[in-house]
């Protein structure tokens, strides 16, 4: 099985940064996507940014310019940079990775079990 486990959340004043992780464990040939997703209080989950094996990078319109998103092929690991944190940012942060367990087979999506980022003002 496949798990993916976030870390790097906490409690920040705004305008701070953190950085979070996110690593995929089990059988895994190639992660072919990574993205971070928020859920802010009250709201549905949204895309923050997400990245291709090609290093083809997209990103929310709230998060272009203050946050990157880089991965580490060789650790199966994504890493999203947060700076310039505003109130609007807290939620829980999902990391989601696309993940082909086998070489030629179609990838399966996987999600990890968030983690709590709070910007206070």
């Known amino acids: 099985q496949v798990q993916l486990v976030e870390s790097g959340g906490g409690l920040v004043q705004a305008g701070g940064s953190l950085r979070l992780s996110c690593t995929a464990t089990?059988?895994?040939?190639?992660?072919?996507?990574w993205g971070w997703y928020l859920q802010a209080p009250g709201k549905a989950r949204e895309m923050v940014a997400v990245?291709?094996?090609?290093?083809?990078?997209r990103y929310a319109n709230s998060a272009e310019g203050r946050f990157t998103i880089s991965q580490d092929t060789a650790k199966n690991t994504v890493y999203l940079q947060m700076n310039s944190l505003r109130p609007e940012d807290t939620g829980v942060y999902y990391c989601n990775a696309q993940v082909r367990r086998r070489a030629f087979t179609p990838s399966s999506e996987y999600w990890g079990q968030g983690t709590q980022v709070t910007v206070s003002s």
């Open positions: 990245i291709t094996s090609t290093q083809i990078t």
């Open positions: 089990g059988r895994i040939s190639s992660i072919p996507g």
